[in-house]
């Protein structure tokens, strides 16, 4: 197809991710090839295909979502922390630091982040984490079509493992020197600060692990009945 020659009107005869300069969903002018309409946010493809239209989900909302996982973790961290305290599971005196073990603290995060994986494990078929689930977002393929959970555990259960494992640095779990220690923990996030920063390089809003699996994130929108189909059921 050259350059300026105009894409075919049917959309099912273009390539994937062949997209006009023009947004099915709302007509107004959009960016050429870009798969959410740079106007309303739209998914190019539902529209032009005739599908139900899901928008794309904004950067703030999912940067709460990966806030939200995170969140999680340390909130059951510190529960899971308090009830082995009470159950005489580990002896700590909160108010004399001395009796302050990191391995404690590193067991309960080990349990937390179990609890997080049988959770995500619940949501994970439908393209969502516990905190995409809070704010009512999910994964998609990058043509529109549901994501696997396969590619869910891989893309956000590595990752999520990724983010919480430096916590784990410690007895009697891992016990490297400091210098190591403190080493990782600036990789890790000078890596997730770099993936963060990707979302706002392009038009599709996908961050560096987005474009390593080919992957786009949605809001889910309730589905709303009118009155005329709900007199007819």
């Known amino acids: 197809m050259g350059r300026f020659e105009p894409l075919p009107t049917d959309p099912y005869q273009r390539a994937p991710?062949?997209?006009?300069?023009?947004?099915a969903a709302c007509s107004g002018e959009t960016q050429l090839g870009a798969k959410f309409c740079t106007s309303c946010d739209a998914l190019r493809d539902d529209a032009e295909r005739g599908h139900t239209v899901r928008y794309a989900a904004s950067r703030w909302l999912r940067l709460g979502a990966r806030l939200l996982d995170t969140l999680i973790v340390v909130l059951l961290g510190m529960i899971v922390f308090v009830v082995l305290d009470a159950a005489g599971f580990v002896d700590?005196?909160?108010?004399?630091?001395?009796?302050?073990q990191l391995g404690d603290i590193n067991v309960s995060?080990?349990?937390?982040?179990?609890?997080?994986?049988?959770?995500?494990?619940?949501?994970a078929p439908r393209g969502q984490t516990p905190g995409k689930q809070i704010l009512r977002i999910q994964i998609i393929n990058a043509d529109g079509s549901q994501a696997s959970t396969g590619l869910n555990w891989r893309r956000e259960g590595l990752f999520q493992f990724f983010v919480v494992a430096p916590s784990l640095f410690g007895e009697p779990i891992i016990s490297p020197p400091d210098a190591v220690t403190q080493l990782l923990g600036f990789l890790v996030f000078l890596v997730l600060l770099s993936d963060a920063s990707?979302?706002?390089?392009?038009?599709?809003?996908?961050?560096?692990?987005?474009?390593?699996?080919?992957?786009?994130?949605?809001?889910?929108?309730?589905?709303?009945?009118?009155?005329?189909?709900?007199?007819?059921?």
Request: charged share 20%; hydrophobic share 50%.
């Open 109 to 123: 995060t080990l349990i937390a982040i179990g609890i997080w994986f049988l959770w995500f494990a619940a949501v």
């Open 198 to 233: 990707f979302i706002f390089a392009g038009t599709d809003k996908q961050t560096i692990h987005d474009r390593l699996f080919r992957t786009l994130v949605v809001r889910i929108r309730p589905v709303r009945q009118h009155s005329a189909e709900l007199r007819a059921l």
């Open 17 to 23: 991710g062949q997209y006009g300069a023009i947004c």
């Open 92 to 100: 700590i005196d909160l108010q004399d630091q001395d009796t302050l």
